[in-house]
């Protein structure tokens, strides 16, 4: 059974960046993509970005080109994902999922981020 | 940017009801549709994946149909646990794209 742990919730000021992690345990971590998707309070689902750990390649959202970056640690099974430029419409639960064939088959916790002056 | 558009965006049902929900592509997308349910609080579920292929563990009254542009999430006999918001998910394109919604409240 694969096991996604995201960090805790963040609270910061605009302008600033912030790092969220999702530590996977089970199943083949690295033959997975890892996606990340955004949810604001009240609204729907948003795909951010992806990230194949066997081949530490990512590719992002347009709309989030040259403003999100995700990494993975491949010793620790760890994947981030760093948004910078914060401004308060990036308020919202971010969450980590396990990309199988195009679907989202397994979610982290979730992760709020407030940004708020 | 493949634009999925779900109805009814919200919908007052009762137990043993049987729920129509839709999503339509604004692009042909074959079969490469899937569908979601989250529970208030929870993170998302896969609920049907490739339009009609069922997910190990999801009860058997959600089933899903269509192909192309129009595709239809049905929920048979409806439990009052089904209350949640559900989301069709494109992945025809490379830009992964989702509909904006369809919460059901018990009436």
């Known amino acids: 059974q694969v096991h996604l742990v995201q960090s805790g919730a963040e609270v910061k000021k605009p302008g600033s960046s912030v790092k969220v992690s999702c530590k996977a345990s089970g199943g083949a971590f690295s033959s997975y993509a890892m996606s990340w998707v955004r949810q604001a309070p009240g609204q729907g689902l948003e795909w951010m970005g992806k990230?194949?750990?066997?081949?530490?390649?990512?590719n992002y959202a347009q709309k989030f080109q040259g403003r999100v970056t995700i990494t993975v640690d491949k010793s620790t099974n760890t994947v981030y994902m760093e948004l910078s430029t914060l401004r308060s419409e990036d308020t919202a639960v971010y969450y980590c999922?396990?990309?199988?064939?195009?679907?989202?088959?397994?979610w982290g916790q979730g992760t709020l981020v407030a940004v708020s002056s | 940017e493949i634009v999925l558009t779900q109805s009814p965006a919200f919908q007052s049902v009762t137990p043993k009801e049987k729920v129509t929900i839709t999503c339509r592509a604004s692009?042909?997308?074959?079969?490469?549709l899937h569908w979601y349910q989250q529970k208030p609080d929870q993170s998302p579920k896969l609920l049907i994946k490739?339009?009609?292929q069922s997910i190990s563990g999801v009860p058997s009254r959600f089933s899903g149909s269509g192909s192309g542009t129009h595709f239809t999430l049905t929920i048979n006999s409806l439990e009052a646990e089904d209350v949640a918001a559900y989301y069709c998910?494109?992945?025809?394109?490379?830009?992964?794209?989702f509909g904006q919604g369809t919460r059901l409240e018990i009436k």
């Open positions: 999922a396990r990309q199988a064939h195009g679907t989202f088959d397994y």
């Open positions: 998910q494109q992945s025809s394109s490379f830009d992964l794209t």
């Open positions: 490739y339009a009609s």
């Open positions: 692009h042909n997308i074959g079969s490469s």
């Open positions: 990230i194949v750990p066997i081949l530490d390649v990512a």
